[in-house]
């Protein structure tokens, strides 16, 4: 079965300080992942999106890594910012099928003062 | 959100109605996508469309009905038969690129009583 896991399911730090969400995926054939933020009551916007011969990349003070021997990402986010506080939903692709996408639950991130 | 926009954004009905809700999008994207969001899981999909007066079934498409009279809009109904319908709606657009990102709306919280 296809299918994307998040862990931890919720996270708090405080601001300034480094996390490291994780995402480990079972989905066959892989297209490609994806990493989207989403604040509370508000649509997700994406931050990555890596092939399966991508193995990091970057956007700001978000960085993605891919291992698809494993299947698993991570989403490494430096120097937390208030802002950041959102959850953190990571998206596999099917390659046989793009308009079909298979979300995680998301990791719900506070960062605190 | 940039460039789909969903009307209402809050959306309260009485139990066996039905309801329409908007989405509208301005990036000249051929597919365009309705999910639902409940608490605690992934995004599921209800309904897709690739191109005008076409769409396909998603995951969880039963209680639901869309139309794509235009590429612009691709409205979703909320009908009676739908057990369960309080929930964020989420619609989304994709082009055709090398990854078929998709982009969100702001969402729609629907609240049946």
């Known amino acids: 079965k296809n299918q994307v896991e998040q862990s931890p399911q919720s996270l708090i730090i405080l601001e300034g300080k480094n996390c490291t969400l994780q995402?480990?995926?079972?989905?066959?054939?892989?297209?490609?992942l994806r990493w989207y933020k989403q604040d509370t009551g508000r649509g997700p916007v994406s931050l990555t999106i890596?092939?399966?011969?991508?193995n990091t990349k970057s956007n700001g003070r978000y960085t993605a890594t891919l291992d698809a021997d494993t299947k698993q990402s991570s989403l490494h986010i430096t120097a937390s910012q208030l802002s950041d506080s959102a959850s953190y939903i990571c998206v596999v692709s099917l390659s046989y099928n793009t308009d079909k996408l298979i979300f995680g639950t998301g990791t719900r991130l506070q960062v605190f003062p | 959100d940039g460039g789909i926009t969903q009307s209402p954004k809050y959306l309260f009905r009485k139990e066996g109605q039905n309801v329409t809700l908007s989405c509208e999008q301005n990036?000249?994207?051929?597919?365009m996508y309705w999910y639902r969001q409940d608490p605690g899981q992934g995004l599921r999909l209800i309904y897709y469309?690739?191109?005008?007066?076409?769409?396909q079934k998603g995951d969880i498409a039963e209680g639901y009905s869309v139309s794509r009279e235009k590429k612009e809009s691709f409205p979703l109904t909320v009908t009676s038969a739908q057990k369960n319908p309080t929930a964020f709606y989420l619609c989304a657009s994709s082009g055709r690129g090398i990854y078929y990102e998709q982009y969100f709306g702001p969402g729609t919280r629907l609240t049946v009583t």
């Open positions: 990036l000249n994207h051929d597919a």
């Open positions: 469309s690739q191109i005008v007066n076409d769409f």
């Open positions: 890596m092939t399966f011969s991508e």
């Open positions: 995402c480990n995926y079972t989905v066959s054939p892989f297209s490609n």
